[in-house]
Each structure stands twice: as structure tokens, then as C-alpha cells.
């Protein structure tokens, strides 16, 4: 299997970091030893994602710009009338997007999870826009500018909160390591995907028997 690197290199701060092989990717599934978090910073940049465009824009479900609904797999969300974005978080690693419409943005772009009781903190530092979109109810997509990256965001609106930061691969170290330093006073540290489906459960996206490894 051809080995793919994510393009983030992760800060361990002394922990050893347990990894697992997943379709070629080596992914971090938990730090040891595990310490409690106020804000989990994790990398999903092996998830699969797709650019959706086109006609098949209209058939996600999605009627407005700005909306995001989870699949039970996925986020999918609506970024503008042609185009919406799908990050897929538990569905399988060799994801066959079912038209030509979807362009497979894996390789493409990082993806990062902050989450916990004070992520809503650390992305108030981020960026300056309103990542609640109160004027939409349920979960929201938005893209925004974070220190000159173009970054897409999505809010579960979850309890505890959220987030799924997307970026262009190039700029991923950028935007992981700028969230290492926005979130440190408020307890942020670099935790693995575990970590990210323990929040998915709290917030009840996912049962334990529906955790892909």
C-alpha cells in the first residue's frame, strides 16, 4: 500500500503517540499517557473529503447556503449554490464518491478538530466572524479568512462545542500550529481521533458500535 503523509507534523509535548496504519495513512488514534483537556486539537487530514459541484449540489438536502447536516459518516454542507463541501469522519477509508461532480479532496486539503468546553475560545481568537450563525438553525458551514488562509468551517453546535476546521494542504501546519498557540492559555493540547469520537459521542452524533477504527 502507497504510505500517505498528512501534512501536518504534530507537537507530542513528551507523550507517546499510539498510531495505526488506515488505507496507507499513519494515523494517531491516542497520546499516552492521556491527561485531561480543556480543548482537543486533533489531525483528520487522512479523512476523506470531496468538493461537491454542480447539479449534485441539489441533491444533498441542503436548501440554503450555510447549512451543514451529519449522514451518520459525514458533514456535508452547503458553502454556496453550486458548491458544498463533505468531510467524512467515520464512513470507510476508501471512500467512491458516486458522481463526477464529487472531486476527492483527501490529499487536498488538512483537516483539523477543536472541540471541548472552551473551543468556542480558541476560535474567537481565530477568526473574527461568528461561527454560530445564529440566523440558521442547526449546524452551519462558513468560509472565512483565518490570518490570510481560507479556511472552511463547521458547526455542529454542539455541547460541548465543536469544530471542523479545512484548509488547503499547504497551509495545514499553518493553521494547526496557530491554533497551538491561540488555544494554549485555555488548555488546548494535541489529542487523537479517539478523543475526537468520545466528543461525537457526548454530543450524541455516534454510538460506540458505530465507531469506525
Given at each position: 500500500m502507497i504510505p500517505?503523509?498528512?501534512p501536518i507534523k504534530?507537537?507530542?509535548s513528551g507523550r507517546k503517540p499510539i498510531t495505526e496504519n488506515q488505507?496507507?495513512?499513519l494515523v494517531i488514534e491516542s497520546f499516552e499517557p492521556r491527561v485531561d483537556y480543556e480543548v482537543g486539537l486533533v489531525d483528520l487530514s487522512h479523512r476523506p473529503k470531496a468538493l461537491?459541484?454542480?447539479?449534485s449540489v441539489q441533491e444533498l438536502g441542503l436548501a440554503l447556503p450555510g447549512q451543514?447536516?451529519?449522514t451518520g459518516e459525514a458533514w456535508v454542507g452547503r458553502i454556496s449554490r453550486e458548491e458544498a463541501v463533505i468531510l467524512d469522519l467515520n464512513g470507510p477509508m476508501d471512500q467512491v464518491w458516486p458522481r463526477q461532480e464529487h472531486n476527492d479532496m483527501t490529499d487536498g486539503w488538512a483537516l483539523l478538530g477543536v472541540f471541548g468546553r472552551h473551543a468556542a475560545d480558541v476560535m474567537a481568537r481565530l477568526v473574527s466572524v461568528d461561527v454560530e450563525r445564529p440566523e440558521?438553525?442547526?449546524p452551519v458551514i462558513l468560509t472565512t479568512k483565518c490570518h490570510g488562509m481560507n479556511i472552511q468551517i463547521v458547526n455542529p453546535k454542539g455541547k460541548p462545542p465543536g469544530y471542523l476546521l479545512a484548509c488547503?494542504?499547504?497551509y495545514g501546519q499553518s493553521l494547526y500550529n496557530l491554533c497551538l498557540h491561540v488555544g494554549h492559555k485555555l488548555g488546548?493540547?494535541?489529542v487523537g481521533v479517539n478523543q475526537l469520537k468520545e466528543w461525537l459521542m457526548e454530543i450524541g452524533l455516534m454510538r460506540v458500535r458505530e465507531a469506525q477504527p
Open positions: 500517505r503523509v498528512s504534530i507537537i507530542q488505507a496507507g495513512w461537491v459541484q454542480g447539479s451543514a447536516l451529519w440558521i438553525n442547526g488547503e494542504r499547504s488546548l493540547i494535541t
